[in-house]
């Protein structure tokens, strides 16, 4: 069936920087879209990026572009997020999703803390 | 950006009963791509319905979807107790996808 694990979380101060990994298996990685998705503390999902199958294609919600950058490493089935210039607001749960139609398969997540 | 907003913010059922959840999108969404998702504490999300009114793989066929435009629906038929939870539509029609800000079904 496959998985997707997430690691690298932290607690992190403001202005700091996270790289976060996604680690895939059980299916042929290079052949789906990946996205990252967030969780507030007590708060909604909120769709983050996405990368296509090749690493060509890259988008982001306004919030984060020119701080996050997604990439991925077929060869190593991995997927990442290197996060910069990180805000308190950034605070979150953060999920690897594979996109299949939708989001069919999410990782365990991963927590992000920023505070000083 | 689509701005999804999902209505009511929470609804109280009870066990065999029929739920509708609301989303509207502020415009309308290509080719109707909406899945709608569903989230219990601690977990991460599953898929239920994609395309507006697909069933994903596995989910019971209490679950269904529907609507176009800007307008769409996820009705669970008659409630089992472990559909208690959250529940999200989110729209992948543009290049930025969004999520709606959710509805949490309680009992």
């Known amino acids: 069936e496959g998985q997707l694990v997430e690691s690298g979380g932290d607690l992190v101060q403001p202005g700091g920087s996270l790289r976060l990994s996604c680690a895939a298996s059980?299916?042929?990685?290079?052949?789906?879209?990946l996205n990252w998705v967030r969780q507030a503390p007590g708060k909604g999902l909120e769709w983050v990026a996405n990368?296509?199958?090749?690493?060509?294609?890259?988008f982001y919600v306004d919030s984060v572009k020119g701080r996050f950058t997604i990439s991925r490493d077929n060869a190593k089935n991995s997927l990442y997020l290197q996060m910069n210039s990180l805000r308190a607001e950034d605070t979150a749960v953060y999920y690897c999703?594979?996109?299949?139609?939708?989001?069919?398969?999410w990782g365990q997540g991963t927590m992000v803390t920023v505070s000083s | 950006d689509i701005v999804l907003t999902q209505s009511p913010g929470t609804l109280s059922l009870s066990p065999g009963e029929r739920a509708t959840l609301s989303c509207r999108a502020s415009?309308?969404?290509?080719?109707?791509?909406v899945a709608w998702y569903q989230q219990k504490p601690g977990q991460a999300p599953r898929v239920l319905i994609y395309?507006?009114?697909s069933r994903a793989p596995g989910i019971p066929a209490r679950f269904s979807g529907s609507g176009s435009g800007t307008d769409f629906a996820l009705t669970i038929s008659r409630l089992e107790p472990e559909d208690f939870a959250v529940y999200y539509c989110?729209?992948?029609?543009?290049?930025?996808?969004?999520f709606g800000q959710g509805t949490k079904l309680e009992i």
């Open positions: 990368i296509n199958q090749d690493g060509s294609l890259k």
């Open positions: 999703g594979r996109w299949n139609f939708a989001l069919d398969m």
């Open positions: 415009q309308s969404v290509r080719n109707n791509y």
């Open positions: 059980g299916f042929t990685f290079s052949n789906f879209w």
């Open positions: 395309d507006a009114s």
């Open positions: 989110q729209q992948s029609g543009t290049s930025l996808y969004t």
